[in-house]
């Protein structure tokens, strides 16, 4: 079963249109909720590529235990029309 994992922050526009965007697609979310702790944050941050912003959006793939990063919210609307982009650090 594939999945969306998103790292969020309860106050951030972008991490709620992505997840209104997913449900309305009938996808299934796993939310991470980062707001009060920097730590986690940092630390999905250096797994995804050192992402500097929320969301953090992932495709997982639970029968083949795959995680692929996707990107933000304009990256997730991109994935969706078949638009491949990869984001490397700084």
Known sequence: MTKFKVV?????????KA????LKRKHSVELIDVSDN????EAH????NRWPTVPMISVCNDEKNTEEFIGGY?????????IKY?????
Do not use: I, W
Not at 8 to 16: E, R, W
């Open 8 to 16: 969020f922050k309860g106050d951030c526009g972008f991490c709620k």
């Open 19 to 22: 997840v209104e965007e997913l």
């Open 38 to 41: 920097q730590p986690l944050r």
């Open 45 to 48: 941050s250096l797994k995804n």
């Open 74 to 82: 304009t990256d997730l609307m991109n994935y969706f029309d078949g």
């Open 86 to 90: 990869q984001h490397t650090a700084d």
